[in-house]
């Protein structure tokens, strides 16, 4: 399995509060890409980056910023957290070949957080 | 994006193959057909791909029509532990656009 982890597995929290969600690989992947998981709705791309320090917005990146200062590492941060936000998140990682990264993505275990 | 189109739901028996449909008539010459599933509280993982003709591998095979506006997603021999949604992608960058997929149910 690639080394991804996440973190918290788990969190609940307040409306209004700041989260931070952390994704860790082990693989030097250059791809990183953050995920929510809601009934419904399938997985819907947060943002992702292609580099340290480069990230781009994905389809849903209202309310989420995130930050890559480290290969191995990428943030995502919930400024205000807000009752919508709750869902499962999920991080992924990729790594390209050339100028085509149409190599596979793998998955972390997933981040379920909860907003009251 | 290309958009794909699958069943919502499927059923098979185990130990007999399967095969999971994908339409995408509007796919352009540079996407990539990808599968992925997910399997119940884990995240997805990769299937296979291909571009224009049929792909094996450990898991699947995956057969893409002449026109490529379908493909279809052979598993060779369903065992309970496949019971997962598949996701048919298309992909021309470096991201992945999921859609709803195919809830895959494998009666014992």
């Known amino acids: 399995d690639a080394g991804i982890t996440q973190s918290p597995r788990h969190k609940v929290t307040e409306t209004g509060t700041p989260v931070t969600l952390r994704c860790h690989q082990t693989e030097n992947h250059r791809y990183m890409y953050w995920y929510r998981q809601d009934p419904g709705h399938g997985l819907r791309l947060i943002h992702y980056s292609y580099g340290v320090k480069d990230t781009d917005k994905g389809e849903v990146s209202d309310g989420y910023s995130v930050s890559r200062s480290k290969t191995e590492d990428f943030l995502l941060t919930l400024e205000s957290a807000t009752s919508s936000q709750t869902s499962v998140y999920f991080c992924?990682?990729?790594?390209?070949?050339?100028?085509?990264?149409?190599?596979?993505?793998?998955f972390g275990p997933g981040t379920r957080l909860t907003v009251l | 994006d290309a958009k794909t189109t699958q069943p919502n739901s499927m059923e098979s028996n185990e130990e007999e193959p399967v095969h999971l449909p994908c339409n995408h008539s509007t796919i352009s010459g540079t996407d990539y057909i990808h599968w992925y599933r997910q399997l119940p509280s884990q995240g997805p993982e990769y299937v296979i791909h291909?571009?224009?003709s049929n792909v094996n591998n450990r898991m699947a095979s995956l057969a893409i029509a002449e026109d490529r506006k379908s493909s279809t997603l052979i598993l060779h021999r369903a065992t309970l532990r496949d019971a997962a949604v598949y996701y048919c992608i298309l992909r021309r960058d470096d991201k992945i656009i999921f859609g709803k997929g195919t809830r895959l149910h494998i009666l014992p």
């Open positions: 291909g571009l224009t």
């Open positions: 992924a990682i990729s790594e390209s070949t050339g100028s085509t990264p149409l190599n596979e993505q793998f």
